[in-house]
């Protein structure tokens, strides 16, 4: 007879309110830098650092032992705001099943938010990423007890960077991960300033992709050009329509991905947001509206209220009704309560 995990009651009391969240439990997620969080949306809390400690100590370490309990006890502090801010739990709901509820977890990892070098090709001005070190977990235990320890057990993968499409790191992964394991799924996250070569197409191909997000964050040369520094939009294009042909000859396989693409709405594209949603629809693409964060400078705060409310009456006349829920919170931070 399988056992059926008792569910404590204060977790209980959270997946009844939608409030619970597998991740501290399931997921690492490692940064360039050599610091481990579980988590991005909790604002990437450090859970440990690969220069000074192996992934299994970091694993089932002091600091994420609380993280996890927090969520054991239903008294959450770490991810308060993000749960209030973004409701970031509800991505991961369908995960809750691979939880064991104790503070130490006797599998390893079984998703991976992985980051592992800063190596990029562009130097976006509202990005800190790509000045970021390389080949930190070469000298950690990453490589080594993965093939036997984490490898074989991953549900979910999620892969950025840096740019991960022109790093090695990201051809060795795939490599090595979909040897043992067909069924874990993937995400990606690039900025398509490259040609789809074969090793990629052959690379994605063996996959079971969940999503590519195609961070474009803008829909001309010019201003492609004032955000995405080194960057040249024609040549994204032409990859980003790639990629919806990809998606297109899989839906037709009955094995389709979801396509998204971001903008990352700050002082100098703003104007683009309905022309870049515009686009989208045409290629049946998600849009994705990212706030910036941090980078005081570039944000829409800093616009003259001349053009504050220039924005206002061009997301109300332009942005469709569908993608009004997208632009609420970018109003309501710039005091436009409708
Ligand atoms: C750091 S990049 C790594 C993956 C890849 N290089 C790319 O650009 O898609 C991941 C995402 O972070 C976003 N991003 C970078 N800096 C940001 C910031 N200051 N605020 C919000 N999003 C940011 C990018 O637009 C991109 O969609
Ligand atoms: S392409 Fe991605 S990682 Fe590179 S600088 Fe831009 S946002 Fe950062």
Redesign the pocket.
């Known amino acids: 007879m399988s056992h059926v995990p008792t569910i404590p009651p204060a977790v209980k009391k959270q997946m009844d309110e939608g409030t619970f969240c597998p991740i501290p439990f399931i997921q690492l997620e490692l940064s360039p830098l050599g610091s481990v969080s579980a988590c991005c949306f909790s604002g990437e809390y450090k859970v440990g650092d690969v220069a000074d400690q192996t992934i299994e100590e970091i694993w089932n370490g002091e600091i994420i032992q609380t993280w996890r309990n927090e969520f054991l006890t239903g008294d959450i502090k770490i991810c308060e705001k993000a749960i209030k801010n973004f409701g970031c739990q509800k991505n991961y709901q369908h995960l809750n099943h691979l939880v064991e509820y104790k503070v130490i977890q006797s599998k390893m990892p079984q998703r991976l938010d992985l980051r592992l070098n800063g190596k990029?090709?562009?130097?976006?001005v509202?990005?800190d990423?790509?000045s970021q070190p390389n080949g930190l977990y070469d000298k950690s235990d990453f490589w080594s007890i993965g093939p036997e320890k984490i490898y074989p057990y991953l549900k979910e993968v999620d892969m950025l960077?840096?740019?991960p499409f022109i790093q090695k790191d990201t051809f060795r992964f795939i490599e090595e991960v979909s040897k043992i394991n067909k069924d874990c799924t993937w995400g990606f996250i690039t900025?398509c300033?490259y040609r789809i070569s074969k090793q990629l197409r052959d690379g994605l191909d063996g996959l079971k992709i969940r999503h590519i997000h195609l961070?474009m964050d803008a829909i001309t040369t010019k201003t492609y050009a004032a955000i995405?520094l080194k960057g040249d939009f024609e040549r994204v294009l032409e990859t980003v329509m790639d990629y919806v042909s990809i998606r297109n000859e899989r839906e037709i396989q009955g094995r389709g991905f979801t396509l998204f693409a971001s903008i990352c709405v700050q002082r100098d594209n703003w104007h683009e947001l309905p022309e870049f949603l515009n686009f989208c629809d045409k290629h049946r693409i998600q849009p994705i509206v990212q706030e910036l964060i941090g980078k005081h400078e570039l944000s829409l705060q800093e616009l003259k209220p001349q053009y504050k409310e220039e924005l206002h009456t061009l997301y109300k006349e332009k942005i469709p009704n569908h993608y009004q829920g997208h632009i609420e919170s970018i109003l309501n931070n710039l005091g436009f309560i409708d």
């Open positions: 990029c090709n562009l130097e976006c509202m990005c990423v790509w960077g840096g740019e900025n300033h961070s995405r």
